[in-house]
């Protein structure tokens, strides 16, 4: 079946750097990628919305400046976390809709990301 | 904008009976789907089962079956004969329909974790 592949899947970074996450549908394109983050514990928070070809829609309350996003391909939508901070920290997961349609969907496995 | 509500924060069940998890929502869209996820451990999103809207016969997968009441915005997931690798936190989710920016977008509930215990 469809897959989608994110990466990498434990990221630790000192505070102030970036980071960079992959999120790259397999087998199929995905014009549409998703991002969502989960604090421990608790449920997944839509960040985002990766468009390929134009730009990400942000939800309310996410910095854009923060959190870039990149859909360079029909493949690959990148979630850049950039000065990271420690409340930054959190598991980061993508999911990609197939062309038959948005009401099916695949998610990476997810990036747990440490900021020290 | 829709909220997503699961009451149950934790759920134990023994090997081979059966547990309900519940899960209310409000809307006021007429076109939507419901999912149930399952995040074991090792996190990732797995799906469980879905049901459009629109159907009035409830989806099963297996040991998994739903009662979808859409008057009362109810949609609670059951699962029979529950095995030890059902052990994960499950996630109720509404995604609404249509043709604008909104549709794809998961509201996930707050989710339950089912322990299945020996």
């Known amino acids: 079946g469809a897959v989608v592949s994110q990466h990498p899947s434990w990221v630790i970074c000192k505070s102030g750097t970036s980071v960079k996450i992959e999120c790259r549908s397999l087998?199929?394109?995905?014009?549409?990628m998703f991002w969502y983050r989960q604090f421990p514990k608790q449920s997944l928070m839509l960040m985002a919305t990766?468009?390929?070809?134009?730009?990400?829609?942000?939800e309310q309350g996410v910095e854009k400046d923060k959190f870039l996003i990149n859909h360079a391909s029909l493949t690959l939508s990148t979630l850049t976390v950039t000065s990271a901070h420690p409340e930054d920290s959190s598991f980061y997961i993508c999911?990609?809709?197939?062309?038959?349609?948005?009401?099916?969907?695949?998610f990476g496995a997810g990036t747990r990301l440490s900021v020290l | 904008a829709q909220t997503v509500t699961q009451s149950q924060p934790e759920m134990s069940v023994q090997e081979a009976e059966t547990v309900t998890l519940s899960c209310t929502y409000d809307?006021?869209?007429?076109?939507?789907?419901l999912f149930w996820y399952k995040q074991p451990p090792s996190r990732q999103m797995i799906l469980v089962i879905r049901?459009?809207?629109?159907?009035?016969q409830n989806a099963t997968e297996n040991r998994f079956s739903v009662n979808f009441q859409k008057a009362a915005k109810s949609f609670s997931l059951k699962i029979s004969d529950s095995q030890l690798g059902d052990t994960a936190m499950y996630f109720c989710?509404?995604?609404?329909?249509?043709?604008?920016?909104?549709?794809?977008?998961?509201?996930f509930g707050a989710g339950t974790q089912v322990v299945v215990t020996p």
């Open positions: 049901q459009e809207a629109y159907k009035q």
């Open positions: 990766s468009n390929e070809g134009s730009k990400a829609t942000y």
């Open positions: 809307t006021s869209e007429s076109n939507y789907y």
């Open positions: 087998d199929f394109q995905a014009t549409t």
């Open positions: 989710a509404f995604m609404k329909h249509g043709s604008d920016d909104s549709w794809g977008k998961f509201q």
């Open positions: 999911s990609a809709p197939h062309r038959w349609g948005k009401n099916i969907q695949y």
